[in-house]
């Protein structure tokens, strides 16, 4: 296969890519310069499925599928996930490529089918152990416990992602990096992403024999739920095979109730992301015994003295699946505002990686600084807090100040003029 060149994608090929079934001969380059960035041009699909989920949601049980609150809550996540990679390169690609360039034992083709092939199955399969391993150790669980924490199941949900779960996820790929290059890996470790996006639905029902060996919507509708018979099942990126082999499937039965069997009940940014730091960091200095404190790090969330590694079922709070959701009643004249403000920041953070070659280390570290702020404003906002109103003064000026030095730019007439408002 010849090497391929940056490019834009077609509308084809990122539909496609979404779905893994973007082939070998379309998908196989020779250096990481050439890989392009699938997950960042699935973004306009991102937003027409998650439209077309609420369409459908809405014709066949005649309510939205989602809420503001909610939402904007898991789009917050989203965002802040990424924002690292503005300054560097992801961590799993950088340690990837060091541990290829100084340790690969085989080079294997890059443009052999059979490299893709072997490829899919060896991202997949780190990922089901990463995956599992996040669930059954307490300290993995702080980081990934995010993207379970809501308590709906739509497509905004595949977008509430971690901050802190790649800092740890890079490891269980690296065997890899012996002898497969890192070109390929990167190819699939966005596929992979990507296939995981359209699972995180309530529309699909079931897609028959494709149940038996691919991860589906049913499959990981279990995953996140808090039933007790969900708990720690179903790891699988895009296959179900290893968990029917390591012994974690379970097929779909009773309503799944979703989010965390402790729900943390709040839009705040840094809650959602930090919560469970926090009460790792409390439990272990309360945990009497060096043994022990060991164990609250690397065993199950579940663990206490006495019990099993994973924690005992029966703690596992019930459910009866007529749960509420939390959802805080907001004004409608709120969640106009709040979605408008997003709307806007969600602009500049666009602009930000389209730009970011271009832009100085201060200009990146304001934008980013702006960017979490507004985060910050809009999940306090959405929850009511009390310290709200200040926060969102704090976040105007910052905006005027900003753009008054040249450190935001607005792309849009009305911002534009609103912006010659002077602060004294």
Known sequence: LPPVAPQVLSVSQRLRGMFYVLGPSESSFRGMEDVPDYVDQATPLFITLIFLEIVVKWTQKRHPSARVNDSITCLSAGVLSRLPDVLSRSIELS????????????????????????TFLGVDFGYYWFHRMAHEINLLWAGHQTHHSSEYYNLFTALRQSLLQKYTSWIFYLPMALFIPPSVYAVHLQFNLLYQFWIHTEVISNL??????????????????????????????????????????????????????????????????????????????????????????????????????????????????????????????????SVIHFTIMLGFYIDLFATKSTLSQVTILMRIGYIILTLTAIGFLIEQRAEVAVLEFVRCSAFLTLHKLGYLKTYTAVLSITCEVRLF
Not at 108 to 116: E, G
Not at 215 to 231: A, D, E, F, L, M
Not at 308 to 316: E, F, W
Request: hydrophobic share 35%; glycine share 8%.
């Open 95 to 118: 340690t990837y490529s060091y541990m290829w360039e100084n340790y690969r034992l085989l080079k294997l083709p890059w443009n052999s089918p059979w490299t893709w092939y072997l």
């Open 208 to 337: 028959g024999p494709l149940e038996f060996f691919l991860n589906t919507p049913s499959h990981h509708r279990v995953h996140h739920g808090r039933n007790p018979y969900c708990i720690d099942k179903n790891y699988g990126g895009t296959l179900i095979i290893w968990d029917r082999i390591f012994g974690t499937f379970v097929a779909e039965s009773d309503k799944v109730v979703y989010g965390l069997t402790h729900p943390i009940n709040t839009f705040d940014l840094f809650k959602v992301q930090f919560h469970h730091c926090v009460y790792v960091w409390k439990t272990f200095w309360n945990t009497p015994g060096f043994s022990n404190k060991l164990s609250v790090i690397f065993k199950g969330p579940g663990w206490e003295p006495g019990k099993p590694r994973l924690g005992l079922v029966q703690d596992i709070p019930g459910v009866t699946g007529k749960e509420t959701p939390f959802n805080p009643n907001l004004p409608n004249y709120l969640s106009v505002y």
